[in-house]
C-alpha cells in the first residue's frame, strides 16, 4: 500500500484515486500518523457487503418453498464431561 502525506494527497488527488483504481487501497497519513485510506469503488463494495436484505438472502435460498425440511441427526454419542 502507497502511503501519501495529506499536503501531497491534496496536491495529486487525481493521481492517488487512479493508483487506488490500479493499484489497490491508498494510504494517507497527518503528522505521520495513518488518517484515511481511500478505496476504489469496486473494493469498497466487496468489503461492505451485499445490499440485499436477509430475507431476499434466505429466498434465494434452495431450500426456499419447501413445506418441511428433515434434518438427520448426528448418532454418535456425545462427549463425556468430568466433573
Known amino acids: 500500500m502507497h502511503t ?3 499536503q501531497e494527497a491534496k496536491a ?3 493521481e492517488l484515486v487512479k493508483l487506488a483504481e490500479s493499484e489497490g487501497p491508498q ?3 497527518l503528522h505521520g500518523r495513518s488518517v ?3 478505496l476504489s469503488r469496486s473494493a469498497f463494495e466487496s468489503l461492505s457487503g451485499s445490499k440485499q436484505s436477509l430475507v431476499e438472502f434466505m429466498r434465494q435460498s434452495p431450500l ?6 428433515d434434518f438427520e441427526r448426528d ?3 456425545t462427549r463425556e ?3
Do not use: N
Open 75 to 77: 448418532p454418535s454419542v
Open 81 to 83: 464431561v468430568d466433573l
Open 64 to 69: 426456499y418453498g419447501l413445506e418441511e425440511i
Open 12 to 14: 495529486r488527488l487525481s
Open 4 to 6: 501519501w502525506q495529506m
Open 27 to 29: 494510504d494517507i497519513t
Open 36 to 38: 484515511a485510506v481511500v
